[in-house]
């Protein structure tokens, strides 16, 4: 029942010719699968694989790019190669440059969205596609490089772990936040989701966020849904459960981040307005 | 009201519904839009005909001048209007959004079953 329920899992098995003999689950948390194993010879051979449930959790990483002709590529290939049991797409918002030319010439799993429509419908297509393939939950990754694909495991363990629905890699959970203007936006968000919902959300703005499948879901088929601090809050103030995992990221490698002095003051607006005021008379409909 | 201001102002009238039934006409805007806007430039032609209408309104509701209480009308159907407009902007952005995103999902899928039936 548990490979039923995973398809990306059953695809693997396809692929690869394995037949599973038996499932052992639950041995101190463990889960046993006795299958046909092919050795280097190609001899077929018996073999067993073991791992947390964690590990069988199908999580597809949904990685939006916009203009990121420069670093697409050193993301996505340090993700295949570091981290090869995760499924991933690469959500080209309409790019101007030639990242949808770079992702196709190097075969990696592609939506191409025929014009710019944002991030959040970007992440939108994301976890529609996700929704499709019935994964069991989704991670917005940045396509800039700032996020670190070593973290992904450590989210996805505190998901199964404590069972929330929305996971945050946090890069103030256990590390101070730094006095600089950069952060000033952060502080003001963390205040106001404090001052609204009651829960301590140390990191805001961080984009490195798991979704559980149900709220995914939600996530994919609502207008006003973007994957930001406000419909977080939202989402909090309605019974969601949330976590959060300490991460590290690194600084912009390239490019241009979403948000210059104009438009993070507009982002401010908005978001700070969509929390204090509009989320207040929102209706929420599943 | 001076004789000069009043036919300043037909002709504008005038020339306001002239535009916008050549514009229909050449078919730049959908029928249903320019009801609108059809219904709002005779509502100034007959504004610009007969002022005694405004003057007599005005009087009505105690504003001082006829001119404040026809700006408060059209200012007041022209905000509705907006607002209105934004609304359907909303709309389209979304359907755009949708769309978009099912092209891309099918084309994703087609590939995918594609690469399948090659292997």
Redesign the interface.
Known sequence: MLLQNSPAILRHIQ?NNIIICSIITNINGLVYIVHNRYNRKGNETLGCTYGRKALIMNVLIIIPAYNEAGIIEWVVDNLIINYPHFDY?V?ND?SKDDTSEICRRNGY???????N?GLS?AV??GM??AE?LEYDAVLQFDGDGQHDPAYIQPMVNQMVKTGADIVIGSRFKTVKKSFNPRMLGSRVIHCLVRLTTGYNMTDPTSGMRLYSMPIAREFANN?NYGPEPDTIAYLLRNGVSLSEVQVGMNERKTGESYLNWAGALRYMMRICSSIVFIQWFRKRSI | MSVLFRIILVIFSLLTVGYIIRKIRRSQLQIEDSVFWIVFSIFLVILAFFPSIAIFLSGLLGIASPVNFVFLVIIFILMVKCFSLSIYLSQLNDKIKKLSQHIAINEKVKEDREKQEVV
């Open positions: 692929r797409i959500v309409g799993n592609l939506l191409d969205l025929p014009v429509i419908g939108q297509a529609k596609y499709k207008i």
